[in-house]
C-alpha cells in the first residue's frame, strides 16, 4: 500500500498496544515502524533493474525480518525512553507495526514474500495499491482517537473502530473478488471466449471496479466489472500473445527470461521495435480506462536492447505518461454507470 495508509495502519497498531501507557509518543512510533519495511525501495538501485522486482517486498517484508527488527528496535528505544516504559511494550509495539505491513500489502497485486526465505511471494490481489475508500475513514477514526485524551475509554474505542474497519474493507474485497473469479467464465461466453487461468483484481482507486485477465491459445482478454451494472463485452480489450522472443534472448551474466516468467506468473506479452524487445507484465493492466482510450498500451514491463541477440542494456517501463492523459471524469463514469 501507499506510504500514507502504512503509517496510518502502524500508529493505529501502537496506540492500541501502548496508546494508554504513552500517548501520542505510542502513535509517532508506530507510524515509523510502518513505514521501515518500504525502505527497501532505495536497495533496487544496487541492482539489476528485473532484481530490484524481487528486492522491494522482498526480506523487509517478511516474518522473519519483523521478527528481528522488533525487538531490536525495540531495545534501541526502550534505551532512548531510559527504561521509562516495559521492554516487551517496546518489543511488541515494534513487532505489530512492523509485521502488519507485509500483512497488508499482501492484499495488493504484487504481493509480498513473506515467508522469506522462500522465494513464493503471497498476495491476495484484493485491494489497491491506494484506496481513498480504505485509507481516510481509516485516518478519519485514528485522529479522533489521538484527539481524545487518553484517559478516556473512548480513545480506544475509536481507535479500535478504525481498526476493525480496516479488517472489514480487507475482507469486502476477497469476497468481492471471489464473486467476480466465480462469475469470470460467464462474462467471456458472452464475447465466446473460453477464458482460462483467470486473474482478478481492483482498478485504481477503487474496490468498486475490477479488472478481469484470461487467455486462450492465441491471446490475452481484459474485460472489466462494475459493481454498479452488468459486465459489458464490448469493453472487452484483446492483447495477442507474443512469448518466444523472451526465451531466445542471451543474458549476458543470469537468464532473467525465466525470472521475468516467474515474476508476472505468465501473464505477458512481447513486442519488438528496432533493437528493443519490450516485454510488458499484464497484471498491472492498460492505460485505457484511465485515459477514455487515449492511449493502449499496457501499463508496465521492461525494455531490453538487444544486439545479436544479446541483451545489452535493461531499463524499466513506467506510466510516467499516464498521469498526464489521465481523464478522472470519464473514469469514475465506468466505475459507476455504463
Known amino acids: 500500500?501507499?506510504?500514507?495508509?502504512?503509517?496510518?495502519?502502524?500508529?493505529?497498531?501502537?496506540?492500541?498496544?501502548?496508546?494508554?501507557?504513552?500517548?501520542?509518543?505510542?502513535?509517532?512510533?508506530?507510524?515509523?515502524?510502518?513505514?521501515?519495511?518500504?525502505?527497501?525501495?532505495?536497495?533496487?538501485?544496487?541492482?539489476?533493474?528485473?532484481?530490484?522486482?524481487?528486492?522491494?517486498r522482498g526480506f523487509s517484508h517478511s516474518?522473519?525480518?519483523?521478527?528481528?527488527?522488533?525487538?531490536?528496535?525495540?531495545?534501541?528505544?526502550?534505551?532512548?525512553?531510559?527504561?521509562?516504559?516495559e521492554l516487551k511494550t517496546w518489543v511488541w509495539?515494534?513487532?505489530?507495526?512492523?509485521?502488519?505491513?507485509?500483512?497488508?500489502?499482501?492484499?495488493?497485486?504484487?504481493?509480498?514474500?513473506?515467508?522469506?526465505?522462500?522465494?513464493?511471494?503471497?498476495?491476495?490481489?484484493?485491494?489497491?495499491?491506494?484506496?481513498?475508500?480504505?485509507?481516510?475513514?481509516?485516518?478519519?477514526?485514528?485522529?479522533v482517537a489521538l484527539f481524545t485524551k487518553r484517559e478516556k475509554l473512548s480513545r480506544?474505542?475509536?481507535?479500535?473502530?478504525?481498526?476493525?474497519?480496516?479488517?472489514?474493507?480487507?475482507l469486502w474485497g476477497v469476497i468481492v473478488k471471489l464473486v467476480i473469479l466465480n462469475n469470470s467464465s460467464s462474462y467471456f461466453e458472452q464475447a465466446n471466449i473460453k477464458a482460462k487461468n483467470t486473474f482478478v483484481t481492483p482498478m485504481p482507486l477503487t474496490s468498486f471496479y475490477w479488472m478481469i485477465l484470461t487467455e486462450?491459445?492465441?491471446?490475452?482478454y481484459y474485460g472489466y466489472k462494475s459493481l454498479f451494472y452488468p459486465f459489458q463485452k464490448n469493453d472487452i480489450e484483446t492483447i495477442k500473445k507474443e512469448k518466444e522472443a523472451l526465451f531466445d534472448l542471451k543474458w549476458p551474466d543470469k537468464n532473467y527470461s525465466r525470472t521475468l516468467n516467474f515474476i508476472s506468473k505468465g501473464y505477458y506479452t512481447t513486442r519488438k521495435s528496432g533493437d528493443t524487445l519490450y516485454y510488458y507484465d499484464l497484471r498491472f493492466g492498460t492505460t485505457?480506462?484511465?485515459?477514455?482510450?487515449?492511449?493502449?498500451?499496457?501499463?508496465?514491463?521492461?525494455?531490453?536492447?538487444?544486439?545479436?541477440?544479446?541483451?545489452?542494456?535493461?531499463?524499466?517501463?513506467r506510466p510516467s505518461e499516464l498521469m498526464k492523459r489521465v481523464n478522472f471524469g470519464e473514469y469514475v463514469n465506468k466505475?459507476?454507470?455504463k
Open 216 to 220: 486462450d491459445d492465441q491471446n490475452f
Open 1 to 56: 500500500m501507499d506510504s500514507l495508509t502504512q503509517i496510518v495502519l502502524g500508529a493505529a497498531v501502537a496506540e492500541a498496544v501502548a496508546g494508554r501507557k504513552m500517548g501520542a509518543k505510542a502513535a509517532m512510533w508506530g507510524a515509523i515502524a510502518g513505514t521501515i519495511p518500504d525502505l527497501d525501495v532505495f536497495l533496487g538501485r544496487f541492482f539489476h533493474p528485473i532484481d530490484a522486482a524481487l528486492v522491494h
Open 288 to 317: 485505457t480506462n484511465m485515459t477514455n482510450g487515449e492511449l493502449n498500451y499496457p501499463l508496465m514491463g521492461y525494455g531490453m536492447v538487444i544486439d545479436n541477440g544479446a541483451v545489452q542494456k535493461t531499463f524499466s517501463i
Open 93 to 143: 509495539l515494534f513487532f505489530l507495526s512492523i509485521v502488519t505491513h507485509p500483512i497488508l500489502d499482501i492484499f495488493t497485486n504484487y504481493g509480498t514474500e513473506f515467508f522469506w526465505p522462500f522465494s513464493l511471494r503471497i498476495t491476495f490481489n484484493t485491494v489497491f495499491v491506494i484506496d481513498p475508500l480504505y485509507t481516510l475513514p481509516f485516518m478519519f477514526f485514528l485522529l
Open 156 to 170: 480506544k474505542r475509536w481507535n479500535m473502530a478504525g481498526i476493525y474497519y480496516s479488517s472489514a474493507y480487507l
Open 63 to 85: 516474518l522473519v525480518f519483523a521478527l528481528i527488527a522488533g525487538p531490536v528496535l525495540g531495545w534501541l528505544v526502550h534505551r532512548l525512553y531510559k527504561n521509562r516504559y
Open 335 to 337: 466505475v459507476f454507470k
